[in-house]
């Protein structure tokens, strides 16, 4: 299994991915965006932020990324996780991997704190969240309906970076030298295996 940033040309098994969860409450999207939109998100999204994706066999299992959490200006330490997995891959630890590593590098970046709204109940993303640190700040209560019902979202905030004094500006991810960028992954990815439990 390998993590590596993301590529236009994965789009469209991208794409497959978010479509196993058009038809649920996880996200409020109710169309399946076409694979111009879709890849113009990631073109967007990853032009500043980490943008992940996770292989086994050189298929794409999921993908996670991060994105501004809110426009004005003050709010550029903070940053707003998205993951994704395959239906068939989950409960494997994978989130876990993608999202720590999502974090390193926006730590590098300089994000102060990130956030995640998860629409529950959600035993899984909420389980992984908490594990990984996150506090649940609170729920937005019949905040949209999707699937013929009204449903809660509930926000989850990390803090990443101290808060004192004023703040380096925040560095795009492609501002993080390329070499940088990859010591991040390979030096994450061999933790990773080392944590493993032996066969």
């Not at 990984?132 to 990390?158: A, I, M, P, Q």
Request: proline share 5%.
């Amino acid at each position: 299994m390998t993590i590596r940033f993301v590529r236009l040309s994965d789009t469209e098994d991208l794409l497959k991915i978010y479509a196993q969860y058009i038809d649920t409450p996880i996200t409020f999207e109710e169309t399946l965006p076409s694979i111009e939109e879709f890849q113009e998100r990631i073109r967007t999204f990853s032009a500043f932020y980490p943008y992940l994706v996770c292989e086994e066999d050189k298929k794409i299992i999921g993908y996670a990324y991060a994105h501004r959490q809110m426009e004005r200006a003050a709010y550029q330490w903070n940053a707003e996780l998205s993951i994704y997995l395959d239906k068939s891959y989950t409960s494997r630890g994978l989130g876990r991997k993608l999202y720590r590593l999502l974090i390193a590098l926006l730590q590098e970046q300089g994000i102060h704190t990130v956030y995640s709204g998860i629409t529950v109940p959600n035993e899984k993303s909420e389980r992984l969240h908490t594990t990984l640190g996150f506090s649940c700040l609170g729920t937005y209560h019949n905040t949209g309906y999707k699937c013929g019902k009204w449903r809660d979202v509930s926000w989850y905030e990390k803090a990443l970076l101290p808060y004192e004094g004023t703040p380096a500006p925040v560095l795009s991810i492609q501002e993080i030298p390329k070499e940088k960028r990859k010591q991040l992954i390979q030096t994450f990815s061999a933790r990773e295996r080392d944590k493993q439990p032996p066969l």
